[in-house]
């Protein structure tokens, strides 16, 4: 199943609404108590402009899966308004580049502005789609993703660029939703919206083969996250390495 432009469109009006109206009410969680739920540590979100968590849509934690060297160049695939990013940017350092990408303009410039407004200076966000990044191939470290690739046209493509742009030995870490396969999926999710990370969400084992589809090695699924769009959902974590 893939987002037509038509629910790419919706995909950009959802996420310039959340630009423009942190507090809304969109029906998921999201900030700062849904920062702490994921495990967010507090020392970040202290170090960090306090507005900055009001929009953090977090469906995990990808810092809890691996390590973040210092040094280490960072890509953050579908950055929204730039909480991966700057957390990020704190970990590898002020020597160490961390780029962001998402689709949405209004985004892009929330994103930018937060960048500044942490004084983190080494974060660079740019206007893209994760299904073309517009990034030289094996430069950079660690990927890290949190609630965008479900949300993508064609996660083969995705994927198909991120190993692209990883270099040798590098890492994927990523949280996403994923659709439950122990629950029977009823005739209303014709209806489900696909910019609210319910429709676009694919079952474990399929996003797995995805990811080993694309040439990594090691895919794991390391857990579930708690975070739910729906009765047929749930947040889920994903290792996987660009073998050297
Ligand atoms: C649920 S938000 C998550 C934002 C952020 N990662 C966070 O944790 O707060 C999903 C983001 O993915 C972006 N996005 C969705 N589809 C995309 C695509 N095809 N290419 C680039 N960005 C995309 C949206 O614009 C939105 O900002």
């Known amino acids: 199943m893939s987002a037509t432009s038509c629910e790419t469109q919706q995909i950009i009006t959802l996420y310039s609404d959340l630009a423009l109206?942190?507090?809304k009410d969109f029906g998921w969680d999201k900030g700062i108590e849904n920062a702490r739920n994921q495990g967010y540590k507090e020392e970040w979100i202290e170090q960090l402009p306090v507005g900055l968590w009001d929009y953090c849509a977090a469906v995990g934690n990808p810092f809890l899966l691996g390590e973040f060297p210092i040094g280490s160049t960072v890509l953050d695939l579908g950055c929204g308004a730039g909480v991966d990013v700057c957390v990020a940017a704190m970990l590898v350092g002020e020597s160490a580049k961390v780029i962001g990408v998402d689709i949405t303009p209004l985004m892009v410039e929330t994103a930018?502005?937060?960048?500044?407004?942490?004084?983190l200076y080494n974060i660079q966000i740019l206007e893209a789609?994760?299904?073309s990044l517009p990034l030289e191939d094996n430069s950079i470290?660690?990927?890290?993703s949190n609630g965008a690739i479900t949300l993508t046209s064609s996660k083969e493509k995705v994927f198909a660029e991120a190993f692209r742009v990883l270099r040798g030995g590098g890492k994927l870490y990523f949280v996403d939703m994923i659709k439950r396969s122990d629950i029977e999926v009823s005739?209303?999710?014709a209806q489900d919206s696909w910019a609210d990370c319910v429709a676009g969400t694919l079952e474990e084992g399929c996003l797995l083969a995805?990811?080993?589809?694309?040439?990594?090695?090691?895919?794991?699924?390391?857990g579930h996250t708690g975070y739910t769009t729906s009765a047929s959902t749930i947040g889920a974590t994903f290792r996987a390495v660009k073998k050297g």
């Open 141 to 144: 470290d660690i990927i890290i």
């Open 187 to 189: 005739a209303c999710c």
């Open 112 to 119: 930018r502005r937060h960048a500044q407004e942490a004084k």
């Open 210 to 222: 995805q990811i080993t589809g694309a040439g990594f090695s090691d895919a794991q699924c390391m």
């Open 21 to 23: 109206n942190p507090h």
């Open 129 to 131: 789609t994760l299904e």
